[in-house]
C-alpha cells in the first residue's frame, strides 16, 4: 500500500445491496434473523445507570482518578451507549418509531453532547449513499485528510479531536436540515440532564461524563473502530471491513461491520449468526482480529491515511434533490431484506 494525496474514486455502486440480495437467494433462512431485540432496551438502562452511579461516587475525588475511570471503563461504557444509539436509529429494539427514539434519547444523557438526533439523520444517509461525499458524514473533508496528511502527530490530533472533525463535515451536508424539531428536542433533554447531574455531583461528575464521551470516540483503542470500519488498511479496496475479536463483547458486536451494511435490519445479538450462515461470503473478506493493534497500526504506519477512503458519484435511483425526503434507498434495501 503506497501513500496517498486523494481519496479512492470507484465507479461502482457501493457493495453491500448486491451481497444481500446474493446471501437471501442462497441462504433464504437468513431472512428469520431479521427483527427487534426489546431487552437492547435492558442494557442501555443498566449502562445509563451505571454511568450516573460513578458520577455520584466521583464527585468528590480527585481529578487523576476521574481521568482513570473515564478511560478504563467510561469510555467503554459510552462506546457501548453509541452501538445502542445506533440500533435505535435502525428501529430494531421497537415496532414503534416514537418508542425507539425515547431509548435513543436516552441512551444519549451520558454523552453530555446532543447526539442522537443528528446521527439519526445522517447515518441512514450514510447507508444509502455510502461513500458520495456531499452526503456521507463518514467520509473526512478533504482538507481534513490533507491537514492530517500520514504523519504520527497528526493522526494523534485527529483521533484526540475526533468529535469536532466530525462536527464540522455537517456543513458539507448541503442539502441536509440540521436544525430542526428532533435536535431541538435532544438538545432540551441534555440541557436538563446535565443541569441535574451538575447540580448533584458537581464539575467532577460532570466532567467525568464529559472525559468518558470524549474517549470514547478519540484516542483510545475503542476509537480505533472508527477506522476499522471503512478505511482502507490492508493492500486491497475493499470497501467495508469487520472485527472479529473480544472487545465485540462490551461493545455488543459493533464490529460485524460488512454483515450490519449487508442486513442494517438484523439486531446486535444476531449478527454473528449471520456470519455463521453465510461464511463464503464474510470469511473470503479482510478483517480485522484487535482494536488495539489497529489504533497503533493507523497511527504509525504511514501508508495509512484520511485519504485511505472510496468515493463515488452514482447515487442509485435517488436524485440529490430528493435527499430531504424519506429514505427511498434504505425503505428499498429494507423491503429487499423483507
Known amino acids: 500500500m503506497t501513500r496517498r494525496t ?117 447515518h441512514i444517509k450514510h447507508h444509502s449513499f455510502q461513500g458520495i461525499h456531499e452526503l456521507d458524514a463518514d467520509l473526512p473533508n478533504k482538507w481534513e485528510a490533507k491537514l492530517i496528511d500520514n504523519y504520527f502527530i497528526g493522526k494523534v490530533f485527529w483521533l484526540l479531536m475526533f468529535p469536532i472533525f466530525q462536527g464540522t463535515r455537517v456543513s458539507r451536508m448541503k442539502e441536509l436540515n440540521l436544525f430542526d424539531g428532533m435536535l431541538i428536542l435532544n438538545i432540551a433533554i441534555q440541557i436538563v440532564f446535565n443541569t441535574a447531574v451538575w447540580y448533584f455531583t458537581g464539575w467532577h461528575g460532570l466532567g467525568f461524563l464529559f472525559l468518558s464521551f470524549w474517549f470514547s470516540i478519540g484516542l483510545h483503542p475503542v476509537g480505533a473502530r472508527w477506522v476499522q470500519e471503512h478505511y482502507m488498511t490492508f493492500d486491497s479496496e475493499q470497501e467495508t471491513y469487520s472485527y472479529y475479536g473480544p472487545l465485540n463483547t462490551v461493545a455488543f458486536n459493533v464490529g460485524y461491520h460488512n454483515e450490519h451494511h449487508d442486513f442494517p435490519s438484523i439486531p446486535w445479538n444476531r449478527l454473528p449468526q449471520l456470519k455463521k450462515a453465510a461464511p463464503e461470503y464474510y470469511e473470503t473478506l ?53
Open 6 to 122: 486523494d481519496f479512492v474514486h470507484s465507479e461502482a455502486s457501493e457493495p453491500h445491496r448486491l451481497r444481500t440480495k446474493e446471501i437471501l437467494k442462497q441462504f433464504p433462512e437468513t431472512r428469520d434473523l431479521i427483527g427487534k431485540n426489546p431487552f437492547t432496551m435492558l442494557i442501555i438502562v443498566g449502562l445509563v445507570g451505571s454511568m450516573i452511579g460513578l458520577a455520584w461516587l466521583l464527585r468528590d475525588q480527585s481529578w487523576w482518578l476521574i481521568f482513570g475511570v473515564a478511560y478504563l471503563y467510561g469510555a467503554f461504557a459510552n462506546h457501548a451507549l453509541f452501538v445502542m444509539i445506533h440500533e435505535c436509529v435502525h428501529n430494531l429494539l421497537f415496532k414503534s418509531r416514537a418508542a425507539n427514539r425515547f431509548a435513543g434519547f436516552f441512551a444519549n444523557l451520558p454523552h453530555v453532547m446532543p447526539g442522537y438526533a443528528s446521527f439519526e439523520k445522517y
Open 286 to 338: 479482510y478483517y480485522h482480529k484487535s482494536w488495539t493493534k489497529l489504533f497503533f497500526r493507523f497511527l504509525f504506519e504511514k501508508e495509512i491515511s484520511l485519504f485511505n477512503r472510496i468515493v463515488r458519484n452514482e447515487r442509485g435511483k435517488v436524485a440529490l434533490t430528493d435527499v430531504s425526503k424519506p429514505d427511498e434507498e434504505m425503505v428499498e434495501l429494507e423491503a429487499v431484506e423483507a
